[in-house]
């Protein structure tokens, strides 16, 4: 049984929702938190940097409103992600907001230093931190980390190659702590899988794109509903990591989605010019071959609740 500290230890969905580039905002963020699972944005949505504090007040006052009404069904923690690499100038201020306001949980990425996660843990914040392999998971928990966002094979936007099997499968030798699944997760089903295969939590992002709350534009919505994991790219090119975006996308940018070129990792980017080439070029993970409709995030959140019961009645017989 892994040790799951405060605020994850009493979640009612074993559900993060992933941060979403672009697409997250406070409404999918609170929606998603009053329906069960963690909600979750990148603090760099909000733009410019002085929206964060207004974006933080809303999340924090609207979820404090909400409990204080429903003491015996109160909502999931929410969290933001921190881009831990030196192309964000970004990432003091923003730290900064994040401890004013007593975000309960950090998800750190491509990157961990050892100040964000004191920072975090001044006023008894979690810190998750994004991996992709053995290596920088022993890195990040080195440095402080409380918990691993595990980031394996066809997960959407930055992903690993690492199956799931095998990725949680190693940090189980040595982790008892928080471990959450990325991967094609996007059924109450998978979700159940998640955890027998070793993690704590699903960790959700494509299909939460195709909510009526996703700040995303409606083809995007619809190309989730109609695409499937053929239509799904693997390639640096974008923003010198490696990520899987939508075919579709990439076709509509005047490019071959089968023959991109590589990218200069040293010339890895996350302001304002990684921005653009994500709101044109659609990250996306293998899983959206089971988002059949755009929904709510309600009902989304509702069906994986549904889903799960089923998968468990399933496997007791």
Known sequence: MSRLPAPLNALPFPVIASPLFIISNPKLVI?????????SMPSLNARP??????WLAEITETLAAYNAAHPDAPAAPFAINQ???????????DMAACVKYQVPIIIT?????????????????????????????HKAIEKGADGLVAVATGAGGHAGVKS???LVQELRQWFDGPIALSGSIATGGAVLAAQAMGADFAYIGSAFIATHEARAAEDYKQAIVDCNSDDIVYSNLFTGVHGNYLAPSIRAAGLDPEHL?????????????????WKDIWGCGQGIGAVTKV?????????????YQEARARLLG
């Open 261 to 277: 070129p590589e990218s200069d990792p040293s010339k890895m980017n996350f302001g304002s010019a990684d921005a653009k080439a």
């Open 49 to 54: 940097a002085s929206m964060l504090d207004d």
């Open 83 to 93: 881009i831990v690499h030196k192309s964000n100038d970004r990432l003091e201020h």
């Open 109 to 137: 990425s491509l990157g961990a230093r050892e100040d964000i996660n004191a920072a975090a843990h001044s006023y008894g914040g979690v810190v998750l931190h994004d991996i992709i392999n053995n290596k920088f998971a």
């Open 164 to 166: 799931p099997f095998a």
């Open 295 to 307: 929904q709510s995030t309600a009902d989304f959140v509702a069906q994986l609740k549904r889903e």
């Open 31 to 39: 929606t998603q938190c009053i329906a069960g699972v963690v909600g």
